[in-house]
């Protein structure tokens, strides 16, 4: 089966740097999928895209050496079995909760006698290769999203399933749940307390920490405390950033826009 070198690098203690695709365009995904990042997560909880269009986002990501992976909207099985069964090489299941809650997502990746997944990887076997049966238990990656305050007082018992590869934080639902707003610049000390929980929990069970950032300095300060699964930013917020600092940098040196047309007048 085709190795994930994601899951291969994460199981050697080794960083993956990515980004969530939020933009139902196969060729963003694509030219991000060429821009050097190990994984793309297709964003099917927040972003454009759904089951009508992610096998295209699947294949546009590809076609680039980048692991193609998908958030699904939740942990219901349907979702779960058919993004892998369009190709998707790991799931980051949003709200797990509990330990029963992260078996059921590990039933809905494996095959029986370890699950409950239905045969029919219509186009998973054409990415993964002919021996995707055997192979999908130790290739495919499963990440559980730790983002409540429920998660966090159920974490040990999370990421001590057979199957789960690791937990993804996501900050500001996290926030959230603790009582705090969302997108701040500077996370509030008890969320930085409770991220700092989670991923002791990973890293005590053998499992790989990842969260959820916003700049690269965020993301070298996340990989030098010992998160190996690093997700900066989105298509969608890096094309608004750069777009706000081009222009930013113009009206700095022009004048504005209405001025510059009575002056042509």
Known sequence: MRPNLVKRRLAQDLPVLGTMCSLASPLMAESLGHAGYDFLIVDLQ?????????????????????????????????????????????????????RAQAEAVVHSVRYAPHGQRSWGPIRGALYG??????????????????????????VDEIVAVEGIDGCFIGPNDLSISLGFPPEQLALPSEVEAAIARI?????????????????????????DAGFRFVSVQSDIRMARAAAAELVGGLRGSRPPSRAVEKEEE
């Open 199 to 223: 991923a002791a929990a990973a890293r005590a069970a053998g499992k790989s920490a990842g969260i959820q950032v916003y700049s690269a300095a965020a993301a070298r300060l996340r990989f």
């Open 46 to 98: 927040h972003g454009e895209s759904n089951l009508g269009n992610v096998a295209a986002m699947l294949q546009a990501v590809s076609s680039t050496a980048a692991s193609p992976i998908v958030r699904v909207p939740d942990a219901s099985p349907l979702h779960i079995q058919r993004v892998l069964d369009l190709g998707a090489y790991g799931v980051v299941v949003p709200m797990v909760e509990t």
């Open 129 to 154: 290769g002919a021996d995707y049966f055997s192979g999908s238990p130790a290739t495919l990656l499963t990440l559980a999203m730790i983002e409540t305050a429920r998660g966090l007082a159920n």
